[in-house]
């Protein structure tokens, strides 16, 4: 990994972003996007995560986070997607409904077998890009980034109307996690 992409001021905003192997398109089942968001409220309740924005897409997840006090931020990514992905990976395994099941797994199979260190199944990318957001326009920028990213997809037409981000939350209307507000 680049030393531009670390996580050097542990008091920082941090904007990250992390996919899947392949960019496969888990997240369009509401099972495993709610593995996810559980994931995340116990990094906010026992981990130290602060969340100023996120986002769920198809096959990526974007945050705008930082760690509390005494936490660091790199140590509770590694914890998230550590847990996440065994626990996506055992959801696709077990969903008896799952159409794509042995396409996926036999992806994250192969991705893991050429990553030393997995055992099994690689899920996500090592990488989280983490950009410190060292600047109010830096700040606003990728927060429509985040944001807006459902409306460049094409999922919905106003940011709010995404369950799967805080655009709601900066709309007034409550998300499905707690975030700290930026503005």
Same mark, same amino acid.
């Given at each position: ?9 542990? =008091?920082? *905003?941090? @904007?990250v972003? @992390?996919?899947?192997v392949?960019w496969?398109d888990? @997240?369009?089942?509401? *099972?495993?996007?709610?593995i ?8 906010? =309740? ?6 100023f ?8 997840v974007?945050l *705008? ?5 005494g ?10 997607k550590? @847990?996440t992905?065994?626990k996506?990976i =055992?959801a *696709?395994?077990?969903n008896?409904?799952e ?7 036999s ?7 050429y990553?030393v ?14 950009? $410190?957001?060292?600047?109010?326009e830096?700040?606003? #920028?990728?927060?429509?980034?985040v944001h807006?990213?459902p409306? =460049?997809?094409?999922?919905v037409e106003?940011? $709010? ?6 655009a ?6 409550r998300g499905?996690? #707690? ?5």
């Open positions: 990994m680049s030393r531009a992409y670390k996580i050097k001021n542990k =008091e920082g *905003i941090y @904007f972003s @992390f996919a899947t392949g496969i888990v @997240f369009t089942r509401r *099972i495993y996007k709610d996810l968001i559980d994931s995340l409220k116990y990094c906010q =309740e026992e981990k130290g995560l602060i969340l924005a996120w986002c769920i897409m198809s096959n990526h974007h *705008i986070a930082k760690a509390k006090e936490f660091e931020l790199s140590g509770i990514l590694r914890d998230l550590k @847990f992905s065994k996506i =055992e *696709i395994n077990e008896v409904q159409s794509r099941k042995e396409w996926m797994l992806m994250f199979k192969n991705a893991g077998a990553n260190n997995n055992k099994n199944y690689q899920f996500w990318k090592q990488d989280n890009k983490p950009i $410190e957001l060292w600047s109010n830096v700040l606003d #920028q990728k927060l429509d980034y807006n990213n409306i =460049e997809e094409g999922i106003k940011p $709010e109307d995404y369950i799967y981000s805080s709601r939350d900066y709309a007034g209307v499905l996690l #707690q975030i700290e507000l930026m503005i």
